[in-house]
């Protein structure tokens, strides 16, 4: 058990709330083993993607005041999510604590944590929203990296020569990269990853 006044890390994979109904005061329980850096390295690498490299194109396009201008709102509209997901986490701990939740008790065991913000908002139905937006997102994405990965191979001398399989292979490195046990084994994947974005800046 975790002492009320003991120091606690939080890492990457540290959930919102603890499996257990431990009352507001419990800290969730670090589950993975990446470091502040890992963790660092793998968060930065997700939000410098490959839209990253269409930057300069689209300040060329919309010229120098819009591409400012649009820069600015989408870094408080950054700073607006992130905000709301604290209070999120404060009044999730509150209300994971309170015995006037619906139905008398927390979220499904297995819920994630978004899930749970959806569960406490909107119920049952609010979760399994969440999940069908959840994957529509993420297919939306996986579909967008594979064509991106698609066309940069076209260039270069990694492709087969077959778009099917070269599709194939890079959904079957990518699936494989997915199935880590923690994530930060992938920070050196991630540092590569900005190091091959600056470069090419």
């Not at 060329?60 to 997901?85: D, F, K, P």
């Not at 940069?152 to 020569?161: A, E, I, N, R, S």
Request: proline fraction near 4%; hydrophobic fraction near 45%; charge should be neutral.
């Amino acid at each position: 058990k975790t002492m009320p006044n003991e120091p606690v890390t939080v890492k990457e994979g540290t959930p919102l709330l603890s499996e257990a109904n431990e009352g507001a005061n419990s800290i969730p329980q670090h589950h993975g083993h990446a470091t502040v850096w890992e963790t660092t390295l793998n968060q930065m690498k997700t939000c410098m993607g490959t839209g990253t490299l269409a930057l300069p194109f689209a300040a060329q396009q919309g010229g120098l005041l819009l591409h400012t201008v649009g820069m600015l709102v989408i870094a408080c509209w950054n700073m607006y999510s992130v905000h709301r997901l604290c209070e999120a986490l404060q009044y999730l701990k509150a209300s994971h604590s309170s015995s006037n939740t619906r139905g008398g008790g927390g979220p499904p065991n297995g819920t994630s944590t978004f899930g749970k913000v959806a569960w406490f908002a909107f119920g049952k139905h609010g979760v399994h929203g969440f999940d069908f937006a959840l994957v529509l997102l993420f297919f939306g994405v996986i579909t967008a990296y594979e064509d991106a990965v698609l066309g940069f191979l076209q260039d270069t001398p990694l492709k087969t020569g077959y778009r099917v399989l070269d599709a194939f292979l890079i959904a079957f490195v990518v699936g494989t990269l997915s199935l880590v046990p923690d994530m930060g084994y992938l920070a050196k994947a991630s540092a590569f990853g900005l190091s091959v974005l600056v470069f090419t800046f």
